[in-house]
């Protein structure tokens, strides 16, 4: 079953272009490695999502994975990112969305509106995202920029410092409470996304710094790729204590796919059933209700379950869902409607 589509919170497929593991021509023809192309989100009713512009760090260690997979791990955060360096990156990134487009194989949304169109056609939805806010200098200027670029959703910060605040670790087992609050750019930053009309993606930001967003800003709490910290003690996922903060301002969780954020033992191995997400689910729903829960998938960024793989599975998902007793309503909210309501109430449509 590919209907209805699902609409998710965050994936780095622009990122597998921008680092030469696909092309534009692999995404519109399918190819064959990586979590999403053309072909394969119309095999399994991936309808699109957020699509991140991510720079990552210089340094990425090989033996990583290993370290995750450890019965506890504490990686380093990585150093913060050269403003120019990022603000390159970046702007190719927009370059890659723009190629995208005119492929064929996705519709930039800058809209409500244009989402649920886009949904019913055959091109994927894509809203731009940035990922870590590296980009952007300590006046601001570049927001304004990137927002008539395109740009409706922003995280100020990946799992690492910027000069705006800080992001967590991975580790495990541990909270999200690490280090300060924002910084007095970084209030700034929410300021004017609040202004434009930009969404602030908390998935990645600390919990001090998360309490003053929430003391900020004047847009619902989203965070769109973070788990339930309740059944995976891990510094990426949210305690009850922030699942409330997000459920009082409206706002919305996008379940993250990425194994170490979902298994209770925090490991990032595949081998474990759909049960584990259907706690997640279960405990969220219980927080912040019906309307306040959706996928954000990290897609193209993690190691997901292997009865997902790809969004060709998500078929799985779905009969998953059907079989924990999810009807039409809610499988209708959860694939897709609970995004657009957030987003609806975000850029103030």
Known sequence: MTSPPFFDGHNDTVLKILMGKASVADIVQGYGAGHIDLPRARAGGFGGGFFAIFTPSPSNPSDRMEQLNQDE?????PPMLDHADALAFVKRGFETFNDLESAGAITICRSVGEIALALKGERMAAIIHIEGAEAIGPDLDELEEFYTLGLRSLGPVWSRPTIFGEGVPFRYPSTGDIGGGLTDA????????NRLGIMIDLSHLNEKGMDDVAALSDAPLVATHSN??????????LTDRQ???IADSDGMVGINLASGF??????MKSDFPLDVLLRHLDHLVKILGEDRVGLGTDFDGALVPKDIKDCAGLPNLRAALADHGVGDALMTKFTHGNWLRVLRKTWGE
């Not at 791990?73 to 955060?77: E, G, M, Q, R, V």
């Not at 970084?186 to 996304?193: H, M």
């Not at 979902?262 to 490991?267: T, V």
């Open 73 to 77: 791990y504490d990686l380093p955060l």
């Open 186 to 193: 970084g209030k700034r930053l929410v300021r004017e996304c």
């Open 228 to 237: 339930a910290y309740a059944i995976c003690p891990h510094a990426r996922n």
């Open 243 to 245: 699942l409330q903060q």
């Open 262 to 267: 979902l298994r209770p033992d925090g490991k």
